[in-house]
């Protein structure tokens, strides 16, 4: 009432309210931090490398894994395969007697051919020689033996094995025998060999498996190498094995 008395310019006038201005950039109290800004940069790269590093340590304990159940399923195979099991006993070029035993401890590349053979086994021949000089040329590498057996005993004699190996590996071993000792032998490679007919001059061709055997210390068969295999992929395939090789037998 005492208001409405008064003159105008003396009533106290009500301004309208200003909405709060945001404070200026810079001057903003403390507050939560944006989620990118949560560890510092170093922390960061710290738990990526962490991560980075568990997982390629999972990654090769898997591929170690994977690789050890193969090797071991593979020993099961070899073993069941039974493949050159059993001894021997032949003669060399030399006229030495030689046994399996002989072998033992020994990497070996053995052929299984003949002496009067055309073109077939000096070409298999010629490869395996090239293959035992490319692993001599690795440092470290345990000897490799190359190691030929006949499946013509009647014409190969101890003479014309050492007259037929000095075209190859200066210590490719040739072994002889009897055809029952021979045969034998063979048999325990499951190799094939038949001789065909003669000819007007008594000659005959001896049709046989064509394979490298590659045996291990322990003298067990672990890989073989067709006529498709080169020298260097042979080479490959043994210094492989050698790498990772494990006796058959406990």
């Known amino acids: 009432m005492f208001q409405a008395l008064l003159p105008a310019r003396c009533l106290p006038r009500r301004l309208p309210r200003r909405p709060?201005?945001?404070?200026p950039r810079g001057l903003a109290g403390p507050g939560p931090r944006p989620a990118e800004e949560g560890l510092p940069l170093g922390r960061r790269v710290a738990v990526v490398a962490g991560v980075a590093a568990a997982a390629g340590a999972a990654w090769l304990y898997l591929r170690e894994e994977k690789g050890r159940r193969q090797r071991a399923r593979r020993r099961e195979e070899l073993r069941a395969l039974a493949l050159g099991q059993g001894d021997f006993r032949l003669l060399d070029q030399a006229g030495r007697w030689r046994r399996k035993a002989d072998f033992r401890g020994q990497w070996v590349?053995?052929?299984?051919?003949?002496?009067?053979?055309p073109d077939v086994c000096p070409e298999e021949l010629e490869k395996l020689s090239r293959a035992v000089t490319l692993l001599e040329r690795e440092p470290g590498l345990p000897p490799v033996q190359p190691l030929f057996i006949t499946v013509d005993p009647e014409r190969d004699d101890v003479?014309?094995?050492g007259r037929y190996l000095?075209?190859?590996h200066p210590r490719f071993l040739g072994l002889t025998g009897?055809?029952?000792e021979v045969r034998a032998v063979g048999s325990a490679y499951r190799v094939y060999a038949s001789a065909g007919p003669k000819d007007e001059d008594g000659d005959y061709i001896v049709d046989h498996t064509v394979l490298i055997?590659?045996?291990g210390p322990d003298g067990f068969f672990l890989d073989y190498y067709g006529r498709s295999k080169t020298d260097a992929q042979i080479a490959q395939s043994v210094r492989r094995h050698m790498e990772t090789y494990e006796p058959l037998l406990d």
Do not use: I, K, Q, V
């Open 109 to 117: 590349l053995l052929y299984f051919g003949f002496t009067h053979c």
């Open 166 to 168: 000095r075209d190859f």
């Open 159 to 161: 003479a014309a094995l």
């Open 213 to 215: 055997y590659l045996l």
């Open 178 to 180: 009897s055809p029952e």
């Open 20 to 23: 709060a201005l945001p404070p």
